[in-house]
């Protein structure tokens, strides 16, 4: 049974120490890592208890896939990425959450996958202000 988004939801502890709030689609919390290594996004389902995609209700199955689609699309445009990287590991933060990541051939660790590979690079106020002007306005929702 789906619950309504506004009730039950938390942002796991992590997630909130590690990004910045973009905005709220349909279904889920968009946020931006803060690591200018690589513009990166995080959709999370504003659900409760969803761990795994097999978690996810049937009924939002697809709000989640064109929300995904429609971040990497963004991103892609905004950044000119060479290819966009997505993932739902969830290791060390069990709420599910989906990476959306813009990779570049010059990018410090490419090809492999940025997972525990140096050190995030904090934006600084301008440049996170800044961009998360641009993705307000290039995220629709």
């Known amino acids: 049974?789906?619950?309504?988004?506004h009730e039950l939801f938390r942002l796991h502890e992590r997630l909130a120490a590690d990004t910045w709030t973009i905005k709220?689609?349909?279904?889920?919390?968009?946020l931006l890592?803060?690591?200018k290594r690589y513009p990166w996004l995080i959709l999370v389902p504003r659900?409760?208890?969803?761990r795994d995609?097999?978690?996810v209700a049937e009924a939002d199955k697809a709000a989640l896939h064109a929300e995904i689609d429609h971040a990497s699309a963004v991103?892609?445009?905004?950044?000119?990425?060479?290819?966009?990287?997505?993932a739902a590991i969830g290791n060390m933060v069990p709420q599910l959450h989906v990476h959306v990541i813009a990779r570049f051939e010059e990018d410090a660790v490419w090809p492999k996958p940025v997972w525990g590979?140096?050190?995030?690079?904090?934006y600084s106020p301008s440049e996170v202000g800044s961009l998360i002007e641009?993705?307000?306005?290039?995220i629709h929702g």
């Open 75 to 86: 991103l892609k445009e905004l950044t000119g990425a060479f290819k966009i990287n997505v």
């Open 134 to 138: 641009k993705l307000k306005k290039a």
């Open 47 to 50: 659900r409760d208890d969803l």
């Open 1 to 5: 049974m789906n619950q309504p988004l």
């Open 24 to 30: 709220d689609l349909a279904l889920s919390r968009v």
């Open 117 to 122: 590979l140096g050190e995030a690079v904090p």
């Open 53 to 55: 995609f097999h978690d």
């Open 33 to 35: 890592m803060n690591d």
